[in-house]
């Protein structure tokens, strides 16, 4: 089981479901959250809850459109940060 501090797709989706968008009930680590409503506004939410929830700082030149896509890229690019 992956402790607190690991940043996997579902921890990603807590973080973003409810706070910053509403995800639909069957929304998948794969699908786009663009397509979902994440804009430019709730990204500089998200990268303030990512500070907060592992610990991590994603400089601005890593907020691409690749890197957020997903909550399954996202996730990578958090456990890459943390094992920098």
Known sequence: MPSASTP???RIRDLIDGQLIELSP??????DLFEAGLDSMAIMQLLLLIEENFGVEIPMGEVTRD???TTTAIALLVAEKQTA
């Open 8 to 10: 996997t797709p579902d």
């Open 26 to 31: 069957g929304f998948g680590a794969k699908d």
């Open 67 to 69: 890197n957020f896509h």
